[in-house]
């Protein structure tokens, strides 16, 4: 039986949300999410069959024989942890003790047939009456006794050999019908708000002092509520369909309802584009952050040496990755009481909030504005998982009001780090807010190092988080690895220690090109701003806000004035954005 205290490791248990260790559980499965629905985009293109059933952008109403009704059918009665075969194909989190060892899963039939029904002929080969075979019921499997499946991961992060793969198949017309019904997850409304602001705060806050002193005071405090709520909105768009078809999983899975399956080329260049601007901020960052501390050397030559800790680190699995990602959120919460306590303790500009630096209401240049919708829109850049959070939830229905408490609380972080930052400092802000930490006299040398040091060994730990699923892309579009049939298969396989061969020789020296490739532009394109305008006017409209209005406008097969004023304005803005950020560049 597997409990805490066992030497499994439960992956995301909801049985107390007050439990730090479920709650880090449910992080963790946060992160899983986020690799798997990222390459599904590109693995699930080879969903396109001849039949109808197999484009999930296509007609879901599947039409009945006239000779028979569904209640005609051999109707199997699946047990309650097979019901929903997205959310717990995987069973993270049974603990049905019922079962023994070795023993398959139960199925019981009970056939329904009317009382007129003609009982045929013991000699009439009449055919037996069967759903159709699909591809996205679960097929069999076999786990060890009474254990859950949990990711095949155990205390030590270490792969469970007793863990077999589920293949994704098709639902039946039945197996639909009897699987509508349930959509829930494993995670809290807790667990749930946390793994949402933990992955909507990041290192776009370190840029939003200097988004305000590109727009100013009135424009930037428009753009940052303006993005908070038009962002929160659109998460909820994708919510709502993700949850209105139990078929559909991530965000690659609204695409192929909305736009059909040649889509997921297009949102996987997305990705490709949106996580190799994030490996390259993030190396910019740790190089940039060292310089401040040790300027004795250039960042320049910081960034080459990294390649002796990143390249290693991209090897490693992602069981082990997941909890790297947990330091991103010490390093946030770290940042954010420093830069308040500098600003309230130093009596004396610059960098006081007593004495504060200089500002102005207005924009400074029109050109900058465009930087600005970048910068502000880099911090909301989350959609990608949220999907899947939604279906992971217990009760979906809670999902409006745990994602508008997650706005909530990242766009006031972000809106307080902006205030603060350009009081602090006026527009002679930094890119990076922490590297005028260091810089300015008068603040506690100790606590300033204490928070750099993290935003150095943060990205360092984060790289390899980040490249893992834009490896796992880039490795089925050039045919060294197979596609595979789900976001949780292929985020158990990135878990999943590679065996040595030839194709695991291939995709080793791709994962070092990718790391190379990523310290080689940074070096070319210094300026993180310029960075994060990238990554905010182009990756984070497209996947934040243009794609999920028009997924709502091509599902609804309408466009209200709100949806249409959002999505003129966001591809204006991201036009507008992406051209200031090249030009900076």
Known sequence: MTSWGSSSFPFGTPVSGSSVREVIASYRRAQYFAAGSTVASVSDESDERDDEEAQIGGAFEEEEPEDFEEEDLQTPTVLSSQNDVFVDQFQWDDFDNTQSPGEAPTISYAPRRRASERQPAAHEGTPLLKSKASRLSTASGTHAANEGPSYGLNDSGEVSQSHTIISARRLSTTTKAESRHHSGGKSTFGQTLFNSIAILLGIGMLSEPLAFAYAGWIAGTILIILYGLISCYTAKLLAHIILADHRLRSYADVGRKAFGARSTVVISIMFCLELFAVSVILVTLYADSLHTIIPKYSSDTYKIWGLLLLIPMVFLPLSLLSYT???????????????LYDGLSKPDAPGSLRTPAETSFTISSWSNLGIAYGLFMAGFSGHAVIPSLARDMINPEEFDTMINWAFLVATTVYALIGYVGYLMFGSNVSDEISMDLLKTPGYNPVMNQAALWMLVISPLSKFALTTQPLNAVLEVLFGIEPAAASPEEMALKMSTPVPWSYKALLGGTQRVIVAIASVA??????EFSALMAFLGSFSAFMICIIGPVAAKIVVERKCGILDALI????????????????LIA
């Open 521 to 526: 532009v940074s070096v070319a394109v210094p």
């Open 567 to 582: 999505l003129g304005a966001g591809i204006v803005m991201a036009s507008w954005g992406t051209v200031a950020a090249f």
């Open 325 to 339: 990602s947990i330091l991103g959120i010490i390093s946030t919460i770290m940042m954010i009481i420093v830069i």
